[in-house]
């Protein structure tokens, strides 16, 4: 039997226009997020939010290599953008937009920080697992439906993750946003090709 979760990738004040990093329009986003929300309670699917929850003084950071932000640098022996200072543990950019309905179920992510993490199951040295996996296995969930911010980095990531794991995944563009154009058109290609569906594109 087919069991679907609706998988809702960083909707945190920091992505918003104005945060400190910022996804062009990633506030549009939300009116579309809650309709999927209610929707899916109203099937009885499993709902779940990832959030970026850093230490403040996380090594993605710029500030903490003092360098510009969007400099390319090393971080875990892997080449890592550095960013400006975004979601920090218990700050206000951290927190989720304060107009999406709140998911019953939260995973955070990006908490060791000596590694990035941009899936929502695993960092991006595949050493800590976020218990996503374990979550929706438990709940015996096969389809995902995911969305959020941003296209090109935590979205593709997460859903590239979870097609490895064995997930039938659908991505909708309708509930996501991204930083680059270019990118973003690769980050598409890049989940077609290993089968993920993706709507609104």
């Given at each position: 039997?087919?069991?679907?979760?609706?998988?809702l990738i960083d909707i945190q004040n920091d992505f918003m226009p104005g945060g400190a990093l910022a996804v062009p329009e990633g506030d549009k986003i939300v009116d579309f997020v809650n309709t999927m929300i209610?929707?899916?309670?109203?099937?009885?699917?499993e709902v779940v939010a990832t959030m970026d929850w850093h230490p403040a003084d996380h090594g993605s950071f710029a500030s903490q290599h003092g360098v510009a932000p969007f400099t390319m640098g090393e971080l875990g022996g892997k080449p890592q953008m550095m960013w400006t200072?975004?979601?920090?543990?218990?700050?206000?950019?951290?927190?989720l937009?304060?107009?999406?309905?709140?998911?019953?179920?939260t995973v955070y992510k990006g908490m060791d920080k000596t590694v990035d993490s941009?899936?929502?199951?695993?960092?991006?040295?595949?050493q800590n697992d976020t218990g996503l996996n374990n979550f929706l296995k438990e709940r015996e969930i096969?389809?995902?439906?995911?969305?959020?911010?941003?296209?090109?980095y935590c979205v593709k990531f997460t859903a590239l993750d979870a097609a490895a794991l064995g997930y039938?995944?659908?991505?909708?563009l309708n509930g996501c946003r991204g930083l680059n154009p270019t990118d973003i058109d690769n980050a598409i290609k890049e989940m077609r090709?290993?089968?993920?569906?993706?709507l609104g594109y």
């Open positions: 039997m087919i069991k679907r979760a609706l998988l209610i929707t899916s309670y109203g099937f009885g699917t200072d975004h979601c920090v543990q218990g700050t206000k950019g951290a927190e937009h304060a107009d999406l309905i709140t998911p019953k179920t941009y899936s929502g199951f695993f960092d991006n040295n595949k096969t389809d995902l439906f995911i969305m959020g911010l941003a296209t090109e039938d995944v659908t991505v909708s090709d290993v089968g993920i569906k993706i």
